[in-house]
């Protein structure tokens, strides 16, 4: 199997399986018990944390979650006021707004332009005074595309309002602008576990628990704690900024070299200028994707977001950037990474390549 889908999950590092073991094998304490077992496992979700956080701003607080989503909800559920967010934003930001606007809440979807970036003289007219949220995405985890959120947090902030980003997929791999109020982030899109992430607090900054309970978190999330998927967390996120440098030269390269294999008959969708290199989303006139998976199934790549997979639905992303049913529908998207070598990606794009041709579609 060549895997082409790190933006839906990415390989967990071996580093972070080695410090989740202990864990899982040999310690079982609760680590909010005050016992010394249970303060072991206290110490290690702390180091963890310290791990986590080493890769956001300054002054704020951290508190893990179950996962991005839940982070996500909390930021924005545990806010007042109306709302400002973008059409190309994660369904997780999306389908929250979308119920908070039918309980009564006002909320603005601002649009993209073609190259899927958000219009900001839009933003502009939609964050006034009274707006309570601005939420928006470092990098889209279809397109790639990165947003402007220094852009956006100033706009917030001028208008008294909080800047939420949603940084999953640039957390460990592009600057986190300082300007935001919440930063939402997730352990396995950085070769950690899945089912845990993480929510990052401004100091100062007070919001509504999401799940109520015993408070284990200092900012008011309840829940026991894991110390093994904290241990790998941490562990991953010192991995991306021990390895940025060498992460980001190998990602570039397998970019350039995607590009070229592909060939002008094949479509980047989204900004080319502003998009985070290890995504590549392509479209080919008349390919049938559907087919293309099918015929394909060693390799591991997407048609789209992993979150709407087998929903029926083309790309919200794709049509909010402006591409029609065919196009969306013919649009593939390669992910690659640390453990992506150049050979299986070029081996990957031959047969992609191939498979196109059989379908009659001459890029």
Known sequence: MIYLDYQATTPLAPEAFEAMLPWLRDS????????APGRAAKAAVEVAR????GLLPAEGSLAFTSGATEALNWAIKGTVGPIVTIATEHAAVVDTVEALGRQGRAVTVLPVGRDGLVDLAAAERAIVPGTGLVAAMLVNNEIGVIQPITALADLAHKAGALM????VQGYGRVPIP???DMIAVSAHKIHGPKGIGALWVRNGVVLEPLIHGGRQEGLGRSGTLSPALCAGFGVAAQMMAERADSDRAHVERLFGMARQQFGPGWTINGSTAHRYPGNLNMRCEGLDVARLM???????FSAGSACASGSGRSSHVLRAIGLNEAQARSSIRIGFGRYTTEEELVTAIDRIMAAAATQQVTP
């Open 28 to 35: 079982h304490a609760n680590p909010h018990s005050s016992h």
């Open 50 to 53: 310290e791990q986590v956080v």
């Open 164 to 167: 939420l980003c949603d940084a």
């Open 178 to 180: 300082d300007g935001c």
């Open 294 to 300: 099918s015929d394909l199934r060693d390799i591991a």
